[in-house]
Each structure stands twice: as structure tokens, then as C-alpha cells.
């Protein structure tokens, strides 16, 4: 499993992309002037066929959907940004935020263990179909931004769910997946201690190998 983001950087007097990849054993930097899907496929190699978590932006599009989970840190800023914008959005939003706590709030149990996965997962099945009628709700709600967001995430539906289910793929650390507190922020306590930054004219042969490295110690 790797998680993948990026943001916002400076090389030299250029702007540019600060990419990270983050698995359990290695996290690897690198700067690139660009934010488009070639970094991510240099990033992950071409052996990679893991689960990849990240937020909903275009450049991770081309990995299956059948093999990613949406970062539901970032989920939790978007059902925010409904509830504020008021009107019928308000209450979408707020209506999704309590399914979404409500999933946070079991698998706090799982992970302290007061709850067993099974019964996890059977507890998610009504949530699930919650979560997605608000989400065919909020496509038809009338609020441009609103109705545009619930109809990408429909897009990803698959992509919703693979922490909750049981499949060789999903990484037993569903923590990492859903993030252990509702905000996209790592703690150096989560960070593997393996730490590799390869700046902006790191060859990319060394990226693929490191990953390819990884996927072998991880097999």
C-alpha cells in the first residue's frame, strides 16, 4: 500500500511540486515541476499493484479504481465545505459528517479492541448506502459546487470502501488508510524510518528502483 500527495514548492526561482510517497517501510520526496500523473507513475514505478490511497485529484485517475482508497481526511474538508455553504448544501453536509464520524468512531474501537473487524464491517454495510444516497442526493441538489463534488466522489464509489473490505490488498494498518485523527497531518510517530528526498533532477530510474525494492521487501 503507498500513499501519494503533493503540494505547492519553490526550486530556485521556479514554482514547482513537492510529491511524496509514503508505505510502511519508506518514504521517498521528490520535486518536480510538474503535478501531472507521469510523477505519480514515476513515483510508484511499474511494478507497483498495491492499494494506493490518495485525495481525488485527476493526476491519480490512471491506477484502477478497483485498487484505491480515498483519503477520507480529505473527504471529511469536502463534506465540511458543503455543510458551510448553506441551504439545502448545509444539510447534506452535515448529514455526511455524521456518517463519516460515525465510521471514525468504530474503527477507533477496532484499532483499541473493543470492536472486531467482522462486526465492524457488518456495521458499515448500512452506512455504506447511506453515505452513498446523500452522496446521489447532493448530485441533484441545485448547488453547483456541492452537486459537482458528490458526483466525482460517485465517480470513485469503489474507491470509498476498500479499508472496510476483507481482500489480500488491504493493508491490516486501515489507520494509514482513514487517517487516525479526521485531518491529513502525519505524525513523525506514523513516518516509516526510512526517509529518501531525491530533488528535482533525481534520475527516475532511481525512484522505480526504490519502489521496486520496496515491493520486494514487502512481498
Partial sequence: MAHLDETH????DK??????????????????????????????????????????YSAYNWYPVRWRQLCWAHLL???????????VS??????LLVQAYQMFTWWHRVRTGTLQ????????????REVERLLD??????????????RDILKRRLALWRMVEKQRRAS????????????ETISAHDCPALVVVLGFRSNPLVVEALMIALVMIMG
Fill in 77 to 87: 474538508r469536502d463534506f465540511e465545505a458543503m455543510r458551510d455553504r448553506g441551504g
Fill in 90 to 95: 448545509t444539510e447534506l453536509g452535515e448529514a
Fill in 9 to 12: 514548492w519553490r526550486q530556485g
Fill in 172 to 183: 491490516r494498518r486501515l489507520s494509514v488508510i482513514v487517517a487516525q485523527q479526521p485531518t
Fill in 15 to 56: 514554482g514547482a511540486w513537492l510529491w511524496v510517497a509514503v508505505t510502511t517501510w519508506v518514504t521517498v520526496f521528490v520535486v518536480r515541476l510538474s503535478r501531472g500523473g507521469h510523477v505519480a507513475r514515476e513515483l510508484l514505478g511499474e511494478t507497483f499493484t498495491g492499494i494506493l490511497v490518495t485525495d481525488r
Fill in 137 to 150: 442526493v447532493g448530485s441533484r441538489c441545485g448547488v453547483p459546487k456541492t452537486a459537482g463534488t458528490c
Fill in 117 to 128: 473487524r467482522s462486526t465492524f464491517r457488518t456495521y458499515m454495510t448500512p452506512l455504506r
